[in-house]
């Protein structure tokens, strides 16, 4: 799942937060071509990645 964001400090910096179901399905799609190929444009930054738990 996506969301898109625009930063309130800087509305020209954009954040794509893409939700995983676990660290392995994270740690593949970071290994997909899909997403290399994607990272070779050269059109955004991946900056860091979070573990994070469900509030319930």
């Known amino acids: ?3 898109i964001k625009r930063l309130k400090e800087d509305p020209s910096v954009i954040v794509l937060w ?3 179901k676990n660290e392995e ?3 593949k799609n970071l290994k997909s071509q899909h997403l ?3 990272l070779k444009l050269d059109l955004v930054e ?3 990645g979070y ?3 469900n509030i319930d």
């Open 51 to 53: 573990l994070t738990d």
């Open 46 to 48: 991946f900056e860091k």
């Open 18 to 20: 893409e939700c995983f």
């Open 25 to 27: 399905t994270f740690n």
């Open 1 to 3: 799942m996506f969301e």
């Open 36 to 38: 290399k190929s994607f």
